[in-house]
C-alpha cells in the first residue's frame, strides 16, 4: 500500500467527510460535520477535522474538539450530549481478511502518530463500531472500556418484555396515555430542568446549548421529538430521537417528576421501539449503560450490554506540568 497523508479537511470539503461517516461501520451522527462544528460553537471550543488520505482519496479520520495552547495543547471527542466520536474508516474493497486488517491499522496509525505529533494530550472515546483499538495500545496509548445498552427493537415490542414493563403499559393504558410526535423547544427545556432538579443536579447544558441542538435534529432531519400526555392535555415524558445510516440513537428523555405516577414514560417508550422498526431500525441505542439507576431500569427491557473504548495519550511534558501543578496545588492547601 502506498503511504497515507494526514492533513486537516477544511469547511469546503466536510461533504467529503460526511460521506466518509455515512459509509463506515463506526459512523454515528455524532461524527457528522454539522454535529460537531455546531457543538463546538456552543463550547467555544476550536473543532477540526483530520482526514487520513492516500493521494487525493479520503479514506478516514476523526473529527476532534481542540483546544490550542502555546504551552500545552490538547483534543478531545467528549463533548456535552455527545456520548462518543473518535475514528472513522471507509470500508476496504478487499474482501481478504489479512489486507483489510492491514489496511485499517495502517490509517488508523497515520492518525495516531500525527495526533501524538500534533497535541500534547488527546482523547478519544470511540463509537461501540471500533472494535479494534490495538494499533493505539501497542503504541502506549492508554485505553478504557465504557458501555452502552443496544436493544434489540423486535424485543421491545414483543409480549416478551418483563412483567414490571407489561404493568407499567396496563397503567398507562389506564391512565389514558397518549403521544405524539412534535417540536416543541421550551417545553422540551422547561421538562428537562425538572428532570434533573428533581434529582438535585444542575442540568449538563445551557437553555441555549439545548434549544440550538433540538434546531440542528430538525433542520438536517436527524431525528424526532416524542411527548406522552395525560387526557387533559398535561405533558408527562418527552423523547428525543436521533438516527443515522445505521442506528438509532436515544439521545435525551426527560419527565414531568408530578406525573410520573402516570407510566406515560413507558408507554412513550414502546411507541417510539414501534416507530423504529416499522421504519427498518432493527436496534436502538439506549446511551444507557454507563449510569447505575438507567441501567437497572432499562434491565427490564433485556438489553444487549455493548462495550465502546477511549484511548488517551499525554506527552511527557504535560505528564511532568501537570505533576508540577499538582505538587504546587498541594503546598496551597497546606
Known sequence: MSAFEVCEIPPEDYSRWDDVVRASLEGTVFHLSGWVTTVGDLTQRKTAILGVFRQDDLLGGCALYVRPSRVLSSATTDAPLTPFGGVCILPSESVKGKKQLLYRHLIIGALRDHLAARFDAVNLTNSPGLVDIRPFTWDGWKSNVLFTNYLMLSDAVADTTSRTVRNALK????????????????????????????????????????????????????GEMWHAKTPSGETAASMIVLWDSRHAHAWSAVSDPELRETEAHAHLFREVCRDLQSRGFTGFNLQTGNTPQLS???????????????????????????????????????
Open 296 to 334: 437497572a431500569f432499562y434491565a427490564s427491557y433485556r438489553p444487549v450490554l455493548t462495550p465502546y473504548y477511549q484511548v488517551a495519550v499525554t506527552a511527557f511534558r504535560t505528564r511532568v506540568a501537570y505533576a508540577v501543578k499538582s505538587a504546587v496545588d498541594t503546598l496551597v492547601r497546606r
Open 171 to 222: 397503567r398507562a393504558a389506564k391512565n389514558g396515555i397518549t403521544v405524539e410526535k412534535m417540536v416543541d423547544g421550551a417545553l422540551y427545556a422547561d421538562l428537562f430542568q425538572k428532570t434533573f432538579e428533581r434529582q438535585n443536579l444542575p442540568p449538563p447544558v445551557s437553555k441555549e446549548f439545548l434549544g440550538r441542538m433540538i434546531d440542528l435534529i430538525e433542520a438536517r432531519r436527524i
